[in-house]
């Protein structure tokens, strides 16, 4: 039988996996993270929740529309209708959060938590994937679908060489930062219908109603994204200082008095800015390696989705010639 490790349970590994285990692969995957679904993350905050970081994406391609339609069915996602924001299609999003959608994906796949990789060895006939647990998982191949930064230190410290023009189509690879806020409420947001407003002022770029979004029903939470440059000048710096300013802005939509409890998170890898113009990254090892994400390809969620697919079916593909 053929197998695969694949480090990153986000919408790219995840849907390599789906994809390689529907073709009879044995497949693991492995993620730092506690939880799947890397940057498609909901956070319970007091017993409500609130997603901080993507909070909704676009279906463009038939493939993904496909499995849309299989989530709506299944009440998994839900679209929103953000017209009165000035967004002309629809944007959808997890019907209990957006970690619902890679809960859901995830489901009857061998995923191996907490499990963060720091070394990648091997030869011709398997590659050997240490974590910082200290075990070892072992496979035919390996699919790397965590962002590039991170990927290339990683096969730095593994001592793997990539030739320079691969070396330099990772490098090439950018992502902006965002500096996110989850807030408390003790009572409804201010925020107007539907429940967002892309603001790009004062250091905000968009700012959520969850419980408007419907995923916070009993109590309301908000998130607001900084934008690129504010996230930027404060990202290494006193975070709850920098989501006190950005929720300062915000005091019309959201009294001071209303918040209870507010959270910063710092996501270093937010949108895949400047992307590689292919869905995934063959790069040359002793055992078959791609490399993929929404750093590859058309970026954002649908993008991850169509990198994952097209890894595991060059994996498929160059199995079966
Ligand atoms: C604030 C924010 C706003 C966004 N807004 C939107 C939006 O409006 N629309 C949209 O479509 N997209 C949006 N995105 C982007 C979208 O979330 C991503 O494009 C998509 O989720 C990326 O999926 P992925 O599988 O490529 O990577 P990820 O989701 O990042 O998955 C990679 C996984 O790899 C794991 N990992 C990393 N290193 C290691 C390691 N060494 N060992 C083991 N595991 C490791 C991580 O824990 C993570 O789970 C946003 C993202 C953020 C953060």
């Known amino acids: 039988m053929n197998s695969c490790i694949i480090i990153g349970a986000g919408m790219a590994g995840l849907t390599a996996a789906r994809e390689l285990t529907n073709y009879g692969w044995e497949v693991t995957i492995l993620d730092k993270g506690r939880g799947v679904g890397g940057r498609m993350a909901t956070r319970r905050i007091d ?46 999003f997890g019907a209990q959060g957006m970690s619902t959608i890679p809960k859901y994906l995830a489901q009857g796949l061998n995923i191996a938590l907490q499990e963060r990789a720091i070394l990648i060895e091997g030869d011709e006939a398997s590659c050997r994937v240490t974590t910082e647990s200290g075990n070892t998982f072992r496979a035919d191949a390996l699919l790397l679908t965590i962002p590039a930064p991170q990927a290339l230190t990683l096969l730095g410290d593994s001592d793997l060489n990539l030739p320079e023009a691969e ?39 968009k700012v959520i109603d969850n419980q408007q979004k419907g995923i916070a029903p009993e109590q309301a939470t908000v998130t607001i994204h900084a934008t690129p440059a504010f996230s930027v000048e404060h990202l290494e710096g006193d975070l709850r200082a920098a989501g006190q300013k950005l929720l300062d802005q915000l005091t019309e939509w959201v009294p001071a008095e209303s918040v209870t409890e507010y959270q910063v998170h710092r996501w270093r890898y937010s949108l895949a800015e400047v992307r590689h113009p292919e869905g995934y990254l063959e790069v040359p090892m002793p055992f078959p390696t791609l490399l993929g994400g929404d750093g590859f390809g058309m970026g954002n969620v649908e993008g991850a989705f169509q990198s994952g697919r097209q890894m595991a079916r060059a994996l498929i593909e160059g199995t079966n010639t």
Do not use: K
């Open 47 to 92: 017993h409500t929740r609130a997603d901080h970081g993507a909070q909704y994406f676009s279906v463009r391609t038939p493939e993904f529309r496909q499995l849309l339609d299989q989530l709506t069915a299944e009440g998994i996602a839900e679209a929103w209708d953000l017209s009165e924001a000035g967004i002309e299609y629809p944007r959808y």
């Open 167 to 205: 070396q330099g189509a990772l490098q090439a690879i950018t992502y902006q930062p965002c500096l996110a806020v989850i807030a408390l409420l003790n009572q409804p947001s201010r925020i107007p219908a539907p429940g967002m407003q892309i603001l790009e002022t004062g250091g905000i770029e």
